[in-house]
Every structure is written in C-alpha cells, then in structure tokens.
C-alpha cells in the first residue's frame, strides 16, 4: 500500500536539492515554471520542435511529420508553442497566401536542456523499466498504457 499523505510531499522550499545539494541549491518549480513546462513539454510539443529545428514547415508538412497528431491538436499546440515564443508563425506572400511556422532563437535554446533530459533517460532505461516493474507488482494495478507517437 502507498503512502497517500500529500503533506508528505509538499515542498516548504527548505528542502535540500534532488542529489543531496544544500538547500540554496535546490531550484524551484513556480507556477510560471510549471505552466511553460506544461505548456512547452507537452504530447506533441517535442515532435514539432524537432521538425521545426530542422527547417521551417508549413501545418500540412507538420501533419505528416507528426502522423499521429490530430489537427485540432497540432492547431492547439502550435498556438501554445507562438504563445511562448517558442514559434513563430509568418504568413507567406503566395498565391494563395500561406502560413509557414518556423523555430524562433528562443525555440533554440531548448534542444540543449531537452536533450540532456533524452540522454538521462537513456542513460537509466533499465533502471526506470525496473522500477516500473517493482511497482506494478507492488500495487494491484494495470500498467498505464504507452501510446505510440
């Protein structure tokens, strides 16, 4: 049975940082931290960045890039991405006109911290399959689903 105590694992701010850093090491995650992790870090948010990254994409090009996104997802997502600053989008003077979604300088900067994240949990693959698997035996529960992107 787990522990189900949510005081237990409410932050006071005092606590030392994940590693066993001192307190004044630790970092914080505000409600603005969390809505632009929210926001930036999402199902498809990852997808679209990394075909952005490699060059600019119209939302028909982003469509097949990222098959298994929806349209009112990728709509949805690309809004929230513009909305960061994370993406720009730049209507073309075509016949007809076109909209075109490119990464912005600011979009860049995130490759470097979101593949530091990939590497660790590359890194310890095995370690979170086995804990998954310590846990599911632990509790009386169907394993969450993974659904393939």
């Known amino acids: 049975?787990?522990?189900?105590?949510?005081?237990?694992?409410?932050?006071?701010?005092?606590?030392?940082?994940?590693?066993g850093g001192s307190a004044h090491d630790a970092f914080q995650i505000t409600a603005p931290h969390r809505e632009l992790l929210d926001q930036v870090l999402d199902r498809w948010s990852l997808d679209v960045l990394d075909a952005l990254c490699r060059r600019p994409a119209r939302f028909s090009e982003l469509r097949r890039a990222v098959p298994a996104v929806t349209q009112k997802s990728l709509t949805a997502t690309l809004r929230r991405l513009e909305r960061n600053g994370v993406v720009q989008r730049v209507v073309v003077s075509t016949r007809p006109v076109a909209v075109e979604y490119r990464i912005t300088a600011l979009g860049k900067t995130l490759r470097s911290p979101v593949e530091a994240v990939l590497a660790w949990?590359?890194?310890?693959?095995?370690?979170?399959?086995a804990a998954r698997r310590r846990f599911d035996d632990e509790v009386d529960v169907v394993p969450l689903p993974v659904t393939p992107r």
């Open 1 to 19: 049975m787990r522990d189900t105590d949510s005081s237990a694992s409410r932050s006071t701010g005092h606590e030392p940082a994940l590693g």
């Open 121 to 129: 949990a590359a890194a310890h693959a095995g370690e979170i399959e």
